[in-house]
């Protein structure tokens, strides 16, 4: 530890005071002091006032460290609480959010692999979104019957698997096509008019195809809460095609 006398360490410091402590007693010896005597007298008091300053900053020193330390150890507490927080937060995600990322690292993956030229320019293709907690209370009782929220978005991840597939398709260059690729192809453009122009869409067909999905009354009732929460829409016909439309 340095001080503003010189002194390094606090063993040092010791080393002098009990040095001067050693000559004031060798002095006090001989009651009758000459002028010099009296003169080292006067300059080891001055020494040994310096010194007790000396272990007064120390003093004060130590004490600001121990007040430091209680600090640290209090926002340590803290730091131990929140991470806790943390980690419970991240191990009750519910499971859309989860499938989503997950989907979005393995389109992320393909994309980069993914050298030759594209029929389409390179870009995020859009996502039905999630739902709120406020949203599906929005939603009428017989309209829910007995699916649950996190059903809901269950379902809107496995929606986005669907467009995922469907637009894959869609993207692959036409050289690299098989015929049963160029065949669906050429399905998947058919759906496409007028009103589709500019917008992200899948069909019943294309549900079950790109994300496996099972379309029965819970999946029918589930695309009418995502219609009645204005996350998608239906654009119908011609013939009894109806497209699935994201809403932005």
Do not use: W
């Not at 002028?35 to 020494?47: C, H, M, P, T, V």
């Amino acid at each position: 530890m340095s001080s503003e006398g010189g002194f390094n360490s606090v063993d040092e410091i010791g080393t002098v005071f009990d040095k001067k402590i050693s000559q004031i007693r060798t002095n006090m010896e001989y009651r009758q002091m000459n002028d010099e005597s009296a003169r080292e007298l006067r300059s080891i008091e001055g020494d040994v006032s310096e010194l007790k300053g000396v272990f007064k900053e120390i003093r004060d020193e130590i004490k600001s460290g121990e007040e430091q330390l209680v600090e640290l150890q209090s926002l340590l507490k803290k730091l131990e609480v929140l991470n806790q927080k943390l980690d419970h937060m991240q191990q009750n995600l519910p499971p859309a959010i989860l499938q989503e990322k997950e989907t979005e690292s393995k389109s992320a993956n393909n994309d980069k692999k993914q050298a030759a030229p594209q029929t389409k320019p390179s870009k995020e293709h859009a996502r039905l979104q999630c739902i709120t907690v406020d949203e599906f209370k929005t939603v009428p009782d017989y309209m829910k019957g007995r699916i649950k929220y996190d059903q809901v978005n269950k379902f809107v991840a496995d929606f986005n698997v669907s467009v995922e597939g469907k637009y894959k398709a869609l993207c692959m260059p036409r050289k690299e096509m098989k015929p049963a690729d160029l065949k669906a192809y050429q399905k998947l453009k058919s759906q496409e008019n007028a009103d589709t122009k500019g917008l992200y869409f899948v069909t019943a067909d294309d549900l079950k195809e790109y994300g496996k999905l099972k379309l029965d009354k819970t999946t029918n009732n589930l695309l009418t809460i995502l219609r009645h929460c204005k996350k998608m829409k239906e654009i119908r016909g011609p013939s009894t095609i109806v497209r699935y439309t994201i809403l932005s």
